[in-house]
């Protein structure tokens, strides 16, 4: 029987889950590597914002109901035991489910 | 970064700002700017949703196995708990993000307009992750297992050609917890001999149990206080008939050890488990009991002082009352299916009406934790009421 063993790290993390509804494209086109997302921030009653490109995002903190394990395949396993690290859980997520707005921008008329 | 590709970056972000006519003095600092690392993927990282208990064994430290053999499904198990493992997909992305600041209780209003930046890595999204949901173990392929090899007495064990297992021979065998697997082996009163688990074939167990309690009759010891040492004496005393390993395993089975003055140990019978080990014993080798003949039969052969009570067959033997004469077949739980719906199939195809006495010790056992006898039965019975008794019978069309 194929038994693989999930073992926590040592220095368990808290990890974030950032939710978007549907894709999220790449504005160049070249994937997502290096590239910038956008800005994230926080009004005063707590919800967060984000501006990513032309598009604002208005969403919510939400406590997962079922939190997540993050799993990372052990490189230095032994070869005939498989071994996955449990780097981090994930208990709270940002969820953008509201259409982003698009932001417009006014070019000032001339005078 | 330098002072100056912040200042940048602070300006930016200002500037977006305002063209999103966000009031800067309604937002908390720092902001932070989210950024796909270089190496960011969808592949390095698994996402396993979890049961809350698991993340508890989690964040203290304990892990988590996923057993499988090729062609079954994978299961997912804790010390003492066996989960199914199912691949979710989800049409939104997850982006990973190893720091983030969430609460707004550890950001500062904004002051003077200040923006200050916090850069944050994501480093990885995923649009898939693994379900668990709470199983029953695998204890049908574990009674399968110990039933190739029933253990007979030692005189058969140099015949003894089928295949017999240590618990680790088992765990391999099997796709559940440790502690399912111990549970199930005592509730099923394996014997654990030279290190491998056996059932004892009932046959054998008649005989040894015969000798106990006949000589229990001879001796004339109170049921309640059985002396282990030299009920191994008596009854070996011509050569050995019944192995001290084996009695204690009987004594152990059908009763409990009790504290007794003068340091010799005793054992006390259990009224239930010695009447339906005699019930068990009668309706064993007959497919039908005429049920007052049994009832008489049952009641004159456990020993004096014990009462066989009806309520002793429940889980063990069916009562027709339909029949005329009424009867007694043995039926018990362990040969049943352990999936719900086809435990609930093979119950109503052997009887049509069961009561919620009749029914609930052969649904109790594969109830996992968060399911009740009676959720189990609105879902997958049908209740009506006869004469102001309530009876559950199948929700499947009576085909005819």
Known sequence: ?111 | MCDTDILSDIKDVRARLELAKLDIRDLKQPTQVLTFDEDANDQDVTLLELDKSVLQVIQNGGSLVIRGNEDDTAVLCTDDSTFSLKRAVTSNSLILVPDCTTNKDDLHDTIDDEISLLYRSAVGWKSDYLEMQRIHPQTSRLLSLLQQSYYKGPQFEEEQAGKCFTLSELMNEIQASEVEVMTFLCKINSCCIEGKWRLLDFGYIVECMGELLQLIECESWSCGRVPFVEAVEKINDSGELVPSFILKHLLGSYGFQVDSDEDVVCYQLDETKICRFFAEMLLRDVSKFNLKEFLEVWKSSVPSGMVADEKYLLGLALIDKTSNPHTVKLFKVDQLPIDMQQRFNSLFTVKEKWTYEQIEPYIEDICVKGQTVSAMLTKHARSSTMDGVKYFSTRKPITT
């Open chain 1, 1 to 111: 029987m194929v038994q693989i063993v999930l073992r926590p790290t040592n220095s368990l993390k808290e990890w974030t889950l950032v939710e978007y509804q549907g894709e999220l494209n790449s504005r160049l086109g070249n994937g997502f590597c290096g590239n910038k997302i956008g800005d994230l921030h926080f009004n005063s009653k707590g919800d967060p914002i984000m501006i990513i490109g032309h598009h604002i995002l208005y969403g919510k903190v939400k406590k997962l109901e079922k939190p997540f394990a993050v799993l990372v395949k052990n490189k230095d396993s032994e070869m005939d035991q498989r071994e996955y690290l449990i780097k981090a859980v994930i208990m709270n997520k940002l969820i953008f489910s509201l259409r982003p707005k698009p932001i417009i921008i006014h070019v000032p008329k001339k005078v």
